[in-house]
């Protein structure tokens, strides 16, 4: 009894272990290829589109014989290609540093397994493909053409290259882009520091151009202040005259109505301007004709030769 259980279980592990060698799940984001002593007999899961137009999906458990056969395992999904920056020379002779990236995927297992096998050497060889496909298109391109008027065309451009040769490794290339399309660094700075030398000379023809016109303005300005200025110079002597002429008539005529009037207001007016506090110093005769209306309130002369009245010092 106890041998027979042995042999039970013997025989259970065994037939676990033909199941385990046996059995492989094939995921929704995977294809398979069977190889029977490394030759192909099946592909499962391989990329095909529908009636409906969606991916057919064949996802599942499978079986293979243990030992005999064996299954490669492929992606099914979109996959990244990141290429290395490369030099290219344009059609107007600028070397460009372009950087650009790839979206593929493996769409005949079949015929990737026969052509390259690993995805390592897949992506070298879709790289190399790139690169050429670049340098054959933008050479024949502007650098004006690339980085605005004709990008996206040359984008399709290269994009038909690539998945010509692809095809032939059994990928579709989904897209490629250039991420960067820039001058080398040292083409970079010679640019920068012409486009600075430009920047200069045209702040410096306007700050020129600027002052001109500022020194227009500042011309016409001050010429207009002369102008306004000799024209209030002029009006202020008309009025000052006009002023003096009135003020000599309404003398003349006090002078007519009362001369002793008049006489007296002149002299209080000397006595004011010339005995005014500070170093004023006259020496002056006491009977001077100054001191008249000191003498007689009247101003009448005194007797005797008249005295002139000296200035005040």
């Not at 014989?65 to 290609?81: A, G, H, N, S």
Request: hydrophobic letters at 40%; zero cysteines; aromatic letters at 8%.
């Amino acid at each position: 009894m106890r041998t027979l259980l042995a042999i039970l279980i013997i025989l259970a592990g065994l037939s676990a272990a033909v199941v385990y060698l046996s059995a492989f799940i094939v995921r929704q984001t995977e294809q398979a290829i069977v190889l029977e002593f490394g030759k192909p007999v099946n592909v499962i899961n391989e990329f095909e589109v529908g009636p409906d137009g969606q991916p057919v999906n064949d996802a599942g458990l499978y079986w293979k014989i243990p030992v005999v056969q064996t299954v490669e395992f492929y992606d099914k999904r979109i996959l990244d290609l990141e290429a290395e920056p490369l030099e290219v020379i344009a059609s107007d002779q600028k070397r460009l540093v372009v950087d650009a990236f790839a979206r593929f995927r493996i769409i005949n297992p079949l015929l990737f397994y026969q052509t390259v096998r690993d995805e390592r050497i897949a992506r070298q060889r879709l790289s190399n493909v790139i690169e050429s496909s670049l340098r054959n298109t933008l050479g024949n391109a502007t650098f004006q053409e690339l980085v605005r008027d004709k990008r996206e065309e040359l984008m399709t451009s290269i994009l038909e290259r690539v998945n010509r040769e692809a095809k032939d490794l059994g990928i579709s290339v989904v897209d490629v882009r250039i991420k960067r399309a820039d001058l080398p660094e040292a083409n970079s700075e010679a640019v920068y520091r012409r486009m600075q030398t430009e920047r200069q000379r045209e702040a410096t023809e306007i700050r020129s151009e600027g002052n001109a016109a500022a020194n227009r303005i500042r011309a016409t300005a001050d010429r207009e202040a002369t102008v306004i200025l000799a024209e209030a110079t002029k009006k202020a002597e008309i009025t000052r005259g006009e002023g003096d002429a009135e003020r000599n008539r309404i003398f003349a005529e006090a002078y007519g109505r009362d001369e002793d009037f008049f006489g007296f207001y002149r002299s209080m007016q000397a006595y004011e301007k010339g005995m005014s506090p500070g170093d004023t110093r006259m020496l002056i005769s006491p009977d001077s004709q100054f001191f008249e209306y000191f003498n007689n309130p009247q101003g009448a002369q005194p007797s005797g030769p008249a005295s002139r009245s000296p200035a005040p010092q």
